[in-house]
C-alpha cells in the first residue's frame, strides 16, 4: 500500500504540474490582460500604466512570468488577486467551503437518491416501472445544468418562498446559532436540488448495472434458495458487492465538481469555487484563475487516490497493476 500511494502521489503531482503549466500558458495566450480596461483610457498615463505592468510583472517574458509563479506558488504565496483586490489565498479559503457544502449536499442527495432509483428498477426490471424510471434518468442526464439551474429556480420560488441568490440572508432577523443554520440551509437548498437531480441519473445508471452483474452470483442465488426475500438479497447481498464502481465514481465526481457546476453557482449567485472562476475569466486575473484550476486539479488527483484506497480495503483482490 505505502508504494502504491507513494506511485500515486507522483502521477498526481506531474498531473498537477502539467495542468498549471497548460493553464497559465492558455490565460496569458488569450486576448486582453487585467487592467485592461483601465490601461486602455486615454486619461491614464502612460508612466502609470508602466507602472502597473511592473508591480505585477506583466511587462517581463512569459517564460519568466512562469518561472516567477512557480517559485511563488512553491513559497507558498499564490499571489494578489488583481480583480478582488486582496491575496488569492484568502478568496479561496472564503470560496472553497461555500463549495464544499454545496457539492457536499448535493452530491449526497444524489447518492441516495440514485441508489433507490437503481434498486427499484432491479426490483422490477423489464417491466413498465424500470422502463419510465430510466426514461426519467435519461431526461436528466440530457438536460443541461444551467436550463435546470433556471428551471428549478423559476418552478421552486414561484411554489415556496425561497431566496433566490446568495449563501445568506444580509437582513436576517434571527441572529443565533439555529437561525443561521436555517438560513443557510433556506439559501442552499435550490442549488443542491439541481446538483442532486443532475448526479442522480449517473448513480442510478452504474449502480443498476453493477447490480445486475451481481445478481447471478453464486452467494446470490444461495442466498435465494434459502428463502430470503428478494429486497433482502438486494439490500444485504447485491448492493454491497456492486457498490465499488460507485465508489470509484464518487471519488472522481465529489472533487470534479468543485467547479463543475459553474453554471449553478452562477446562476444562484452562490459564492463558491465556480463563481470565483467565471469572474476571475471575465477579469483576466491570471494568479486567482490559475491558483483555482490547480485547486481544483489537485482536489480530482486526491479524489482518485482515495477511490482507489477504498476499493483495495473493500476488495483486497484488486492489485498494483493500476
Do not use: C
Not at 446568495?166 to 440551509?185: E, K, M, Q
Amino acid at each position: 500500500m505505502a508504494a502504491f500511494l507513494i506511485r500515486r502521489l507522483i502521477q498526481g503531482a506531474i498531473v498537477v504540474a502539467l495542468v498549471a503549466t497548460l493553464v497559465f500558458l492558455l490565460i496569458h495566450a488569450a486576448p486582453g490582460e487585467p487592467f485592461a480596461d483601465s490601461l486602455e483610457n486615454p486619461s491614464v498615463s502612460e508612466s502609470v500604466r508602466q507602472t502597473w505592468r511592473q508591480a505585477y510583472g506583466l511587462d517581463r517574458p512569459i517564460g519568466e512570468q512562469y518561472a516567477r509563479y512557480v517559485a511563488a506558488v512553491f513559497q507558498g504565496n499564490l499571489g494578489f488577486s488583481t480583480s478582488r483586490h486582496r491575496p488569492v489565498a484568502d478568496v479561496l479559503a472564503d470560496a472553497l467551503p461555500n463549495t464544499m457544502l454545496l457539492m457536499g449536499t448535493g452530491l449526497a442527495l444524489g447518492l441516495f437518491a440514485g441508489i433507490a432509483v437503481a434498486v427499484a428498477q432491479v426490483r422490477r426490471r423489464g417491466r413498465r416501472v424500470d422502463r419510465l424510471l430510466s426514461g426519467v434518468s435519461l431526461t436528466f442526464l440530457a438536460v443541461p445544468d444551467f436550463w435546470l439551474a433556471m428551471l428549478v429556480l423559476v418552478v421552486f420560488t414561484r411554489l415556496f418562498p425561497l431566496p433566490i441568490g446568495g449563501a445568506s440572508d444580509l437582513f436576517i432577523d434571527d441572529f443565533s446559532t439555529v437561525g443561521r443554520i436555517a438560513d443557510r440551509a433556506k439559501h442552499l437548498l435550490l442549488p443542491a436540488l439541481t446538483l442532486a437531480l443532475l448526479y442522480f441519473p449517473i448513480i442510478a445508471r452504474h449502480q443498476r448495472a453493477a447490480l445486475l452483474e451481481t445478481l447471478p452470483a453464486e452467494y446470490v442465488v444461495t442466498a435465494r434458495a434459502k428463502g430470503v426475500r428478494e429486497s433482502e438479497v438486494i439490500r444485504r447481498h447485491a448492493l454491497r458487492n456492486a457498490v465499488l464502481p460507485i465508489v470509484t465514481l464518487l471519488g472522481i465526481a465529489f472533487p470534479a465538481l468543485l467547479t463543475g457546476a459553474v453554471f449553478i453557482e452562477r446562476v444562484f449567485s452562490w459564492p463558491g469555487m465556480g463563481l470565483v472562476i467565471v469572474e476571475s475569466i471575465g477579469s483576466r486575473d491570471y494568479p486567482l484563475l490559475t491558483s483555482s484550476v490547480i485547486l481544483s486539479s489537485a482536489f480530482v488527483v486526491i479524489g482518485s487516490i482515495l477511490a482507489d484506497v477504498v476499493r483495495r480495503s473493500l476488495d483486497p483482490r484488486i492489485g498494483d497493476e493500476r
